[in-house]
Nanobody, 122 residues
Framework: QVQLVESGGGLVQAGGSLRLSCAASGGTFSNYNMGWFRQAPGKEREFVAT????????LYADSVKGRFTISRDNAKNTVYLQMNSLKPEDTAVYYCAASRYYSDSKSGYTYWGQGTQVTVSS
């Protein structure tokens, strides 16, 4: 059983930056591919980014490509999401998730964190 705890969310002005962190415990972190998803009010949870267990491959949603960067530190059991040039439409609850599969589909993820709120003001 893997437990995931996100942190780093908050309120930021448009054009600003935030870095989210997700700390994992209870399992072998390097066995899992990690993903970030987000859910805005009244919308479905959507894929943001994923990183392979080794850190050698990443994949991004078109809406964040070039602005967000996913990374991981297997020694610290932590995955990060650096978010730059934030827009009001990035406002959502951000979730990290762990999967045995390298996937952009939320159905492929087994373990989820509780989420952290990101609010971007215009």
């Amino acid at each position: 059983q893997v437990q995931l705890v996100e942190s780093g969310g908050g309120l930021v002005q448009a054009g600003g930056s935030l870095r989210l962190s997700c700390a994992a415990s209870g399992g072998t972190f390097s066995n899992y591919n990690m993903g970030w998803f987000r859910q805005a009010p009244g919308k479905e949870r959507e894929f943001v980014a994923t990183i392979r267990w080794s850190g050698t491959s990443t994949l991004y949603a078109d809406s964040v490509k070039g602005r967000f960067t996913i990374s991981r530190d297997n020694a610290k059991n932590t995955v990060y999401l650096q978010m730059n040039s934030l827009k009001p439409e990035d406002t959502a609850v951000y979730y990290c998730a762990a999967s045995r599969y390298y996937s952009d589909s939320k159905s492929g993820y087994t373990y989820w964190g509780q989420g952290t709120q990101v609010t971007v003001s215009s």
